[in-house]
């Protein structure tokens, strides 16, 4: 399915994912700056989240929206890689 995706498909569900992403609320949360949303595929790890001291990730309508399974995606890599695809 997400193969239908259009480059401006993507960017504007990654623009939504951003807008609802509850990362910044967070205590494993260091802000650098960066894109949020750290499961959408684009945009993956962060770079200065380092230590996992819980996670949001399953309280987030990005989690339900998009069905996601995994979790720490700041420090793990986004869905996808981490469900090795
Ligand atoms: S599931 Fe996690 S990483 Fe993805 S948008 Fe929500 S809080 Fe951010
Ligand atoms: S991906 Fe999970 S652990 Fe990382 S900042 Fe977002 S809510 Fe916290």
């Not at 623009?15 to 205590?27: E, L």
């Not at 960066?34 to 001291?53: L, R, V, Y």
């Not at 309508?61 to 996601?68: D, E, F, H, R």
């Amino acid at each position: 399915m997400e193969e239908e995706n259009t480059p401006e498909q993507m960017e504007e569900k990654k623009k939504m994912a951003v807008s609802m992403c509850v990362c910044r609320g967070c205590p494993s949360f260091a802000d650098c700056g960066e894109d949020i949303a750290f499961c959408f595929p684009t945009i993956g790890k962060s770079k200065c989240i380092k230590e996992e001291k819980g996670c949001a990730c399953p309280s987030c309508p990005v989690y339900t929206k998009m069905s996601l399974k995994k979790d720490y995606y700041c420090t793990r890599a986004s869905e996808k890689e981490q469900m090795g695809m």
